[in-house]
T-cell receptor, first 117, second 112 residues
Framework: GAVVSQHPSWVICKSGTSVKIECRSL??????MFWYRQFPKQSLMLMAT?????????EQGVEKDKFLINHASLTLSTLTVTSAHPEDSSFYIC?????????????FGAGTRLSVL | ELKVEQNPLFLSMQEGKNYTIYCNYS?????LYWYRQDPGKSLESLFV?????AVKQEGRLMASLDTKARLSTLHITAAVHDLSATYFC????????????FGEGTQLTVNP
């Protein structure tokens, strides 16, 4: 099956610093990539949808300036949490979708656990 | 706004028993998905259900979809400890750009 690599898997940072998370589709070109956030014992909440070469579409309530998304190629999307604060601590998961829309199979990365001190 | 609700949220069962997890959604959906998540891990795709009456089975898990009732079920047969995980259903609309809306998740614990 298709593989999505997410890096890093775990990051601890100080409050006020920025953190970049990478999401790569290893063996396919992803038309669309998605970024989710998951708090402990809760479901996944979609943050934004990212298409290669265009601006990301953010969900309501997600701060565009705080969560910067760049989708530079069909195999790479990055999420930068700017000026991170403890309330940004969460599990961030990316997924990548192959172009054929009939089934919209999304392949998920392993996730990044962010802890902001 | 599309809403997805799962029931139950927590399920503790003994090995060898059967049980069903329910997933209700609020508006007509084009596709329904079931995922498994182990603690601290990402999501593993289990099933994709595309049409009314669709039934898929893999091992001890069987998923079905009733689009008229806006209901999907995930049936567990003769549970084993390895099935302990959190199970999510998710739905999407083609018109929404394939954005997934997830249910709250069902945390399943299978006891020996």
């Amino acid at each position: 099956g298709a593989v999505v690599s997410q890096h890093p898997s775990w990051v601890i940072c100080k409050s006020g610093t920025s953190v970049k998370i990478e999401c790569r589709s290893l063996d396919f070109q992803a038309t669309t990539m998605f970024w989710y956030r998951q708090f402990p014992k809760q479901s996944l909440m979609l943050m934004a949808t990212s298409n290669e070469g265009s601006k990301a579409t953010y969900e309501q309530g997600v701060e565009k300036d705080k969560f910067l998304i760049n989708h530079a190629s069909l195999t790479l999307s990055t999420l930068t949490v700017t000026s991170a604060h403890p309330e940004d601590s969460s599990f961030y998961i990316c997924s990548a979708s192959i172009g054929a829309a009939a089934q919209n199979i999304q392949y998920f990365g392993a996730g990044t656990r962010l802890s902001v001190l | 706004e599309l809403k997805v609700e799962q029931n139950p949220l927590f399920l503790s069962m003994q090995e060898g028993k059967n049980y069903t997890i329910y997933c209700n959604y609020s508006t007509t959906s084009d596709r329904l998905y079931w995922y498994r998540q182990d603690p601290g891990k990402s999501l593993e795709s289990l099933f994709v259900l595309l049409s009314n009456g669709a039934v898929k089975q893999e091992g001890r898990l069987m998923a079905s979809l009733d689009t008229k009732a806006r209901l999907s079920t995930l049936h567990i047969t003769a549970a084993v400890h390895d099935l302990s995980a959190t199970y999510f259903c998710a739905v999407d609309l083609k018109t929404s750009g394939s954005r997934l809306t997830f249910g709250e998740g069902t945390q399943l614990t299978v006891n020996p």
